[in-house]
Structures are given as C-alpha cells and as structure tokens.
C-alpha cells in the first residue's frame, strides 16, 4: 500500500484550541502525523511519497469561489487589521441573523465562514490545507492508475469542511475531492464511508443532494457530541439524493459489537448502492482512550474493521481524518491499513 504526505502539514500548528472553557495545546496536532509515519514504517509500509502540487482546478469546483479567497488571504487581512494572535473566530451568523451579506471586517468574515471556535488559523494554515487535498488527490489518481488501494495521510483533517465553511479542524474536505476525482475518472457510483467517531457532516452537506455519491457515517449520537447539529439516523438524502445517505449515531460507551454491526450495515448499504469505488473517511477516535470521545474499540478492532471493509473488493482511497490518542493513533490508523489488505 502506497501512502501519501506531505511536510507541509507542519505549517499549520495553531497554539491553542479552547476547550472546557481554557485554552490548551490542539488536539489536532502535527505530531499524530509522525506516529502514523513511524507506525507505518514499524511494519514495513514503507512505500512513501509526496504528493507534488495540488490541482487547484478541482478544489475550485468544489468549494465556493469567495470561501477559497477567505482561506487564501484571511492570515494576511488579519495581521494587517493589526491582530497579533491566531484567528479564532468569535462571532457567527445565527439563527434569524442575516448570511446573505459576509462582513468586511476579517474578524467578522472569520466566523461568518466558520463552524465552529476550535479551529484556529495561522500563517501556514492554507499551504496546509493544500498539501493534505494533494496528498488526497495523489492517493486518488495512484488508485485510478491501477492500484487497489492508497492511504492519503492528510492533515489537517477534512471531514468536517463543507463547500464554504471551516471547522472541526477542517478546511478542504479530502474525501470529498477524492469522490469527485473518482467520478471524473469514470466510476458511475462512489461511496464515502466515514469511521471517524464525529459526524462527517461536511461530507454530507456536500453530498446530500446527490445520488451519486453514497455516504455512510458511523459516529457518536449528535445529541451528546461535535458537530451536534447533523448526524441524525432520519438524514437520508433529499431530492435526487434521497436514500443516498445514511447515518448511524450511537450512544456513549458504544462498544465494539454494536459498532462493528453498524459498519456492517454501512457495507451492505454500500454494495447494494452498486459503488464502483471506495472512498474511507480513516478517523480513529473511537478508540476507547481518545480523550474528546466516548466509543470504547480497543486497538484489535480496527484491525478487524480493515478486513470488513477490504471484503468490499472496491478500489479503495483511505483519508486520515481524527483520531487524539496520540500515542495509540499509528496503532490504530495502520491496523485499519493492514485489515484491510489482509481481507
């Protein structure tokens, strides 16, 4: 299995991310990324490489023009206004508040494009944000190629990016522009599989009104955990994307058995959905250790997760989204990897 990256990732680092009312180091840091890289390299997954520039043609019909230019030129309007810290957005367009007309003002235009107060962002963020949707789109283009399988070690993550707002520690959604990729390269049906412990919400929202593109999200009960607002099992798709989605919240102290028979039914949706390749939205805080989750898998199960899903037999692209065990995240990460050869 092939794994793309990219050093670039280390150019996002924001020191501080608020949480439980104080504010401390993120969570989504970039040394989860040497974890995986030294997991990886532990069990001779040594087949790395960059991803060379990303095509910004396809992150262009993605995403809206005026949130692209907002991730472009945000640190620089920033500073500029005088503003010596990271930007974390403090202020957001409501319920009955108007969003037809974004601010001027850049601390305004910072939560008017965010989605939540977590995701902070620095000078280096966009370069970032650009090298994870490459190593993604490389992933992508080496299974299109041929291969049956890529692992894109993105970072920082981007399941919970939509086409025009950020957060989640999410600004370019990977998964998505793999989807998309797969679909101009000929696939009719592609399916998104989301295991990361949080709603992939960006993902559905992108999605939603599409039936050609099934997504499949197993997550932690939105009532109790981020994103909160999605995730619901009643979001099925609409118009043309009615019955192309679905989703399986589970409740704290979720466990293995009952989270293994929600992927199971994530997969039998996918096979009868006829999906021609596979995309893996790879988050492992489900992890029982994970310290902003409440899953309890042990690091054995997501090397059982990995063969059910390689038993699919579909062209596969995994995007590395969440997982904050630091120490357990290569682990768990590479057991997902080596399942699914093994199937």
Partial sequence: MKTFYSEEHRRHFPQAELSGG???TPYERPSRVEYVLARLK???LTDIAPPGAPDMSAVRALCAPDYLDFLEHAWAEWTAAGNAGEIIAASFPARRMQTARPPRCIDGRAGYYALASETAITGGTWAAALSSAASAQAAQAHVAGGARVAFALCRPPGHHATADMYGGYCFLNNAALVAEAFR???ADRVAVLDIDFHHGNGTQDI??????VFFASLHGAPEDAFPYFLGFADETGAGEGEGANANFPMPP????????QALDAALARIRDFGAEALVVSLGVDAYKDDPISFFRLASPDFLDAGRRIGRLRLPSVFCMEGGYAIEAVGINAVNVLEGFEDA
């Fill in 22 to 24: 104080q504010f401390v």
């Fill in 42 to 44: 532990e069990r001779g």
């Fill in 184 to 186: 101009r390269d000929g």
């Fill in 207 to 212: 999605f939603y009104r599409r039936s050609d």
């Fill in 253 to 260: 102290g979720t466990g293995y058995d009952l989270w293994s």
